[in-house]
């Protein structure tokens, strides 16, 4: 990502736009960062030594950045981010690009930039550092410069999250291997409508033969089941990895603006340090897949903000059991959770994800509005479905 610096910005505007940039760069899970030194590149390596929950690392060689970098997100498994000014510097990152392409290694490198006037104009330290970087890198954004008001902050909190994001997407050749498949395919299943949307949109094969059909709950598993623990109400529960992508550190943030109740996660990751420790809150790690009925009906509300949901397995289960979820509304949940079963959230707005938790806490408990919309997708209909497509995908024809 390319930061580039101009008149039109204020000091204070790019402060802002910067400490929000890093705030959520932190939130989602990044932990350390190294820095070079520079005039164009100093807010932005301010910003991240004056974060108190990012460990900076400070280097006079924009080389040496890039590979102690290296080195720290290789031992990890975690994002780590570089900063740079502009010119030749940024091409001092290169090598380490290079390297974190071959070994799979998650490097966010972050770039100042001159004006694009003085390009091509013989202006000291300016360079054309339009995708400098070629395809040793993922992704390539030019930020650009703006004025702080409420909507650019909110964009560069949404860019940071799809920066860290982009650092972790993927192996090389899966899109070709889905492409493949998908063109010689009779039909396609989706999940979800949004993923139907997704897949016709970059597999233009896909369009006209995939079917939206979820996976289904068993419902009699999850009615029946009994609590296995008993949580001080109004006990909220999220199921699932502890990732960026889960949102599970804004997820505990909004529970600490709510003043009560507790809050559980069932499941580990990378994020659990983040998690550990704070009041209410409780890490239970990973748990047997016939124990997960349990932590469900232990809970009045089961949360599932992601960043992005492709469809939400363990909220459709929570509905089952009768408990109210909060969901995001960014993917396949808005397609099962109708009003009365739970309340859908932008992942990004932590203010929106606390008023939501406190909302879902006045839901009653059991929900029986909420079992009944999980009825629609039991398992039993579901697989009698799946039956029918394979039928019709074996006499040559679409569902």
Same mark, same amino acid.
Request: proline fraction near 5%; hydrophobic fraction near 40%; include cysteine.
């Given at each position: 990502?390319?930061?580039?610096?101009?008149?039109? !910005?204020?000091?204070?505007?790019? %402060?802002?736009?910067?400490?929000?940039?890093?705030?959520?760069?932190?939130?989602?899970g990044m932990r350390a960062a190294c820095t070079a030194p520079g005039s164009r590149c100093a807010p932005l390596v301010l910003s991240l030594a004056r974060e108190p929950r990012l460990r900076c690392y400070s280097h006079v060689d924009e080389r040496c950045a890039g590979f102690f970098a290296l080195g720290l997100a290789k031992a990890s498994g975690l994002p780590v981010a570089v900063a740079c000014t502009s010119g030749t510097a940024a091409a001092e990152l290169l090598p380490a690009a290079i390297e974190a392409r071959e070994a799979r290694v998650p490097l966010l490198l972050l770039?100042?930039?001159?004006?694009?006037?003085?390009?091509?104009?013989?202006?000291? #330290?300016? /360079?054309? #550092?339009?995708? /400098?970087?070629?395809?040793? *890198?993922?992704?390539?954004?030019?930020?650009?410069?703006?004025? *702080?008001?409420? #909507?650019? %902050?909110?964009?560069?909190?949404?860019?940071?999250?799809?920066?860290?994001?982009? !650092?972790?997407?993927?192996?090389?050749?899966?899109?070709?291997?889905?492409?493949?498949?998908?063109?010689?395919?009779?039909?396609? /299943? *989706?999940?979800?409508?949004y993923l139907r949307r997704e897949l016709e949109e970059r597999l233009p094969a896909a369009r006209g033969k995939t079917v939206v059909l979820n996976s289904g709950v068993d419902l009699e598993r999850f009615a029946a089941a009994a609590p296995v623990a008993e949580l001080e109400q109004p006990a909220f529960l999220h199921v699932g990895s502890l990732t960026e992508r889960k949102n599970v550190v804004r997820l505990a943030e909004a529970f600490a603006r709510v003043g009560g109740g507790s809050l559980t996660f069932v499941g580990d990751g990378p994020l659990r340090p983040a998690l550990e420790g704070r009041p209410g809150v409780r890490v239970v790690g990973r748990v047997p897949h016939d124990e997960v009925p349990g932590w469900l009906s232990a809970a009045a509300v089961v949360c599932g903000a992601a960043l992005i949901e492709p469809f939400g397995q363990s909220l459709l289960e929570a509905m089952a059991c009768g408990r109210t979820v909060v969901a995001t509304r960014i993917g396949g949940p808005p397609e099962f959770v109708p009003p009365e079963a739970g309340v859908l959230v932008d992942p990004l707005d932590a203010g929106e994800l606390s008023r939501a938790l406190e909302l879902a806490a006045s839901f009653p408990s059991p929900n029986e509005a909420a079992r009944a919309a999980a009825a629609a997708h039991d398992l039993r209909t579901q697989v009698t479905r799946v039956e029918e497509i394979l039928r019709q995908a074996a006499r040559g024809r679409t569902a």
């Open positions: 990502m390319r930061e580039t610096s101009g008149p039109a !910005t204020s000091a204070t505007d790019t %402060l802002l736009l910067l400490r929000a940039f890093v705030d959520e760069l932190v939130r989602s770039t100042a930039d001159r004006p694009p006037e003085l390009r091509e104009v013989g202006a000291g #330290q300016a /360079i054309d #550092q339009l995708k /400098i970087y070629g395809d040793a *890198a993922k992704w390539f954004f030019e930020v650009g410069c703006h004025e *702080a008001g409420p #909507q650019r %902050l909110r964009w560069m909190r949404a860019l940071a999250c799809r920066a860290y994001a982009k !650092t972790l997407e993927g192996r090389p050749g899966v899109v070709h291997l889905t492409r493949r498949v998908v063109s010689r395919a009779a039909t396609v /299943i *989706a999940v979800s409508d």
